[in-house]
């Protein structure tokens, strides 16, 4: 079982930034994916970013340039650093980690950016 603990959502103003981190505990194998994926109301869940084992990245084309996804891989963390906000990224973001054994998610954080 793996556990997926998030922080660092908020209010925030259009322009502004957030920063989202996740830990990771439990049966983590040695390869693994983490990202972030977030879901709006009446809306489905979308991939936000994603990294690989190897670093290798993915972002959802409305974030490119603006978001930015790291990790540290001897803590099992993964952080989202949101800069240049917009009323369009207020979602539930939640944290996933997917391994061989199957694909884990977090509680979700809630991101509200708003004037």
């Known amino acids: 079982q793996v556990q997926l603990v998030e922080s660092g959502g908020g209010l925030v103003q259009p322009g502004g930034s957030l920063r989202l981190s996740c830990a990771a505990s439990?049966?983590?194998?040695?390869?693994?994916?983490m990202g972030w994926y977030r879901q709006a109301p009446g809306k489905q869940r979308e991939l936000v970013a994603t990294?690989?084992?190897?670093?290798?990245?993915n972002y959802l084309d409305s974030v490119k340039g603006r978001f930015t996804i790291s990790r540290d891989v001897a803590k099992n963390t993964v952080t989202l650093q949101m800069n240049s906000l917009k009323l369009e990224d207020t979602a539930v973001y939640y944290c996933?980690?997917?391994?061989?054994?199957?694909?884990?998610w977090g509680q979700g954080t809630q991101v509200t950016v708003s004037s």
């Open positions: 996933n980690l997917g391994q061989a054994t199957g694909d884990y």
């Open positions: 439990g049966s983590i194998s040695g390869f693994y994916s």
């Open positions: 990294i690989g084992t190897f670093g290798l990245t």
